[in-house]
């Protein structure tokens, strides 16, 4: 085999990967040295004859594995992203090696020995306070993978975490293949209703699926949604939807995965010593408790649930008939057509792609600073991708943005913040490479929707926590902070897209440059709280469905399709609206672990963003400098401080609940 670019030196602009010279055949060679290599290094760790100290022991462990993080950096954001039956084989492959790899790493009672040891001696090692939590978390983190547990225990954990990787890859792929092959081929006397955005997205749908004549409706939320919101053709809406909200229940079951995924989490917990997945899963986040999460959501469910009651009333007076759950998109657009005098096909020509771009770096600029320069120099993975080097006030490189904007086929659904590179300083300064991937629907040009320019803005914030990190240790860096706090910095930053200044700065028609007209832009701000009872019941039935689920004493019996029904039923959810989520497809939870029993944190951060907010709002100035740079240290400090300390130092004080249910409108529901 050629020299493997994976094990090799890169010499691109900033280090980013060689995307070009990477093969699927490189990464089983790459992902075998870097294993290979982190045991040597645990191993040299665990047998070092000096007493441990933090150098020796946790920096030592910070800086292992550093080739198998690039290699698993670059293969992971790529089966994600642009997955072929050859990555999907080495994913097959490598997960259950993967997950072997880091349990071993986690149960090495050498390396356990040492830390415990440190920890023991926390008050009396004079850390300052990001080291001496970095000694905390990452003692905590090894009791609960399983350390502390006996050899037998150990073993059970190290099996549990190898078979769950093969059950989450599998799921994964079930979904993302039901939404490849699934399509909904129209022809021009079908298109009724569609505006000529959703037109033209259909038309180079069915292009890049290499159908010569019509027009294609996929699974991509891009499409499917503007198809349930704008078709006229109720039948064909009804076909639409039933096929999206069938993923994984088809052939291809993803039951089966779930019950077992459920019965291993469960059987890990209380190995743990915990009551359930929940319980093990909350104790180490903000919420601390499955009942704290549930307290929450139940909150906002009751103002939620009324709010919706009405809006189903008043779509059914408009309709004319019953609603159902392939009409509520349709006829609320519709309704909110009616009172605003706005609906997409008058907002999307404002919304450009590039012109939303600009928004969301305009806004990193006057808020914290920061810069983009596009680099049609850096490497890029796909002719989608676009690269940037964000720079500091002063011109200096600080990071690389790759943004990686397109729905096509062999890219999951959703969309996600994700790093090549954290940004860190154990051995010298290293700057994040951080990726967005979004999934609009390609068309020339690509206009968003406003929901569409909100995801762009969460999905920057995201991307911002991870750029703008300062955080010394690789493992304190950005995005590695408590689960339900990771969304906070991702939250906050979509009010800006709701900024008056903001939007008549680059809400700028497509064709003409002309700005969005301001009778338009007060309807659509008037708008942004229209649907919410809509939106809160789709969102909190599923986080509530998640801890359930994850709190089920007999998770291996489930009948999954009549324990859905009773849960809805139980739960007294409305008519004709359906789980965001339902747990076939629900990849949050079953395609990975990282949102297991922490779905509700989208809500939880949503405390946080609204009351964040409102302090901007008091102050009566968007872009405030003093609380743009308390604002900013959040972003920098990764998981150096505890969370709840950070927010108070920002804000003065707690959140409160009751912000949320003004940003949603929902105080008076």
């Known amino acids: 085999m050629d020299t493997n670019p994976l094990l090799s030196p890169w010499t691109t602009p900033f280090g980013v990967p060689p995307f070009d010279l990477i093969r699927p055949e490189h990464y089983g060679p790459a992902f075998d040295q870097g294993m290979a290599e982190q045991v040597a290094e645990i191993a040299a760790i665990a047998a070092d ?70 920890a023991g001696q926390r008050a009396t090692l004079g850390l300052d306070p990001a080291r001496d939590r970095l000694l905390e978390r990452l003692h905590a983190g090894l009791v609960r993978g399983g350390a502390a547990l006996d050899q037998a225990g150990r073993d059970r954990m190290a099996a549990i975490s190898t078979r769950l990787a093969v059950l989450h890859t599998q799921f994964g792929q079930n979904v993302l293949a039901d939404e490849n092959d699934w399509q909904m081929v129209l022809t021009e006397a079908e298109l009724d209703g569609l505006p000529d955005f959703a037109c033209e997205a259909a038309r180079e749908a069915a292009r890049e699926r290499g159908v010569a004549q019509g027009y294609v409706i996929t699974l991509s939320r891009s499409s499917i949604e503007p198809f349930l919101t704008f078709s006229t053709r109720r039948d064909l809406r009804e076909v639409a939807w039933r096929a999206w909200v069938a993923r994984g229940t088809g052939a291809r079951d993803n039951f089966s995965l779930i019950r077992e995924i459920l019965a291993l989490r469960r059987e890990r917990a209380r190995l743990l010593g915990h009551a359930d997945f929940a319980a093990w899963r909350l104790a180490d986040n903000m919420a601390r408790e499955p009942a704290a999460a549930a307290e929450l959501l139940n909150q906002v469910w009751a103002p939620a649930r009324r709010r919706a009651e009405v809006e189903r009333a008043e779509l059914e007076a408009l309709a004319g008939h019953p609603i159902q759950a392939w009409d509520w998109r349709h006829y609320a657009e519709r309704a909110r057509r009616a009172r605003h005098a706005i609906d997409e096909s008058l907002t999307k020509p404002y919304f450009p792609l590039d012109g939303m771009l600009n928004a969301v770096f305009d806004t990193a600029r006057r808020l914290f600073g920061v810069s983009f320069v596009e680099r049609p120099d850096i490497p890029v993975y796909h002719p989608d991708v676009r690269a940037f080097d964000m720079q500091d006030a002063e011109g200096a490189h600080r990071g690389v943005f790759l943004l ?49 320019a909100r995801t762009l803005f969460h999905e920057f914030g995201h991307a911002l926590h991870g750029l703008l990190s300062v955080a ?43 700005p969005l007209p301001e009778a338009l832009l007060r309807n659509l701000l008037a708008a942004r709280q229209d649907g919410q009872g809509f939106a809160t019941v789709e969102f909190v039935s599923s986080a509530l469905i998640d801890l359930a689920l994850h709190t089920h004493e007999d998770p291996e019996s489930l009948d999954l399709v009549a324990f859905e029904a009773e849960f809805l039923a139980g739960i007294g959810m409305p008519e004709a609206i359906g789980l965001r989520h339902r747990p076939a497809h629900f990849q949050h939870l079953f395609a990975g672990g990282g949102y297991a029993a922490g779905y509700y944190a989208y809500m939880w951060a949503e405390v946080l963003d609204a009351d964040a907010f409102e302090a901007f709002e008091e102050a009566g100035d968007p872009f405030h400098p003093e609380l743009s740079a308390k604002l900013k240290a959040i972003y920098q400090a990764g998981d150096t401080r505890d969370p709840m300390a950070l927010y108070v130092a920002f804000r003065g004080r707690p959140p409160s609940v009751a912000a949320l249910l003004r940003n949603r409108g929902l105080v008076e529901a």
């Open 49 to 118: 004859p000096e007493p441990p100290t933090f150098a020796n022991t946790v920096e030592a462990l910070e800086r292992s594995g550093r080739t198998l993080d690039r290699v698993r950096s670059v293969f992971f954001n790529l089966v994600s992203s642009q997955a072929t039956e050859a990555l999907q084989a080495v994913e097959r492959d490598y997960a259950p090696k993967l997950a072997r790899h880091r349990a071993a790493v986690t149960l090495d009672p050498g390396l356990f020995a040492r830390v415990s040891t440190l």
């Open 404 to 452: 990686d904007s397109f729905a096509r086929a062999g890219k999951r659904s959703g969309a996600w913040m994700s790093s090549f590179r954290v940004g860190q300083g154990l051995d010298g300064a290293v700057t994040p490479i951080v990726v967005n991937n979004n999934n609009i629907a390609k068309s020339a040009p690509a206009l968003l929707s406003f929901d569409e």
């Open 472 to 514: 010394h240790h690789p493992s304190q860096s950005g995005t590695a902070v408590l689960a339900d706090f990771v969304e906070f910095p991702s939250q906050v930053l979509e009010h800006w897209l709701e900024v008056p200044e903001i939007l008549r700065e680059h809400a700028r028609h497509h064709e003409t440059g002309a």
